[in-house]
């Protein structure tokens, strides 16, 4: 039986374009294509792919331009791989040259899943050595304190003797209330 060939493509941002992978679709043969801009780090949060996995047959074809662009991690490659083989779905993968139609293609499709998440690794090991490294220097991370020492102790003045409320004191100092509540709580006696 010969399916339809799907294509699905991704971008991380809404300020990337889907072009390139598109145009790569289209000359592979794809009859209809499923694309979306989000974040590829989880594949649940991903509508379009949802819907292009509900939608394929047996006997169809999946068309990617990339691995990267279907999964992130080789536990969600592996998910989606035994779906497609479980309903008798062959994925095609053009900058790669992968066709698990073929055993040769199972093959090199386990295998390039498999330094793609070496190298994930290695860049999350590389980031946490880096992060280890700044806050051993000093480096601040997060956002910027809303509120000064000298802050803090001025709204913890003014709402101990001179009553201000903590709204009062929130437009006051151009903060939610919430930061006035934490900075209350948090400020030292004076």
Known sequence: MIGEIIGYARVSSIGQSLDVQLDKLREAGCTRIFSEKRSGKQTDNRPELQA??????????????????????????????????????ALRVVDQAIDTSSPEGRLMFSL?????????????????????????????????KALTLDKCLKIKKLREEEGYSIPQLAERFHVGVATVYRALKSCPDS
């Open 112 to 144: 390039l899943g498999a330094f793609a998440q070496f190298e994930n690794d290695i860049r999350s090991e590389r980031q946490a050595d880096g992060i280890a490294k700044a806050k051993q220097k000093g480096v601040a991370f997060g956002r910027k």
């Open 52 to 89: 292009c996995l509900q939608f394929l047959r047996e006997g169809d074809s999946l068309v990617i331009s990339r691995l990267d662009r279907m999964a992130r991690s080789v536990l969600d490659l592996a998910k989606i791989a035994e779906l497609l083989r479980e309903r008798g779905v």
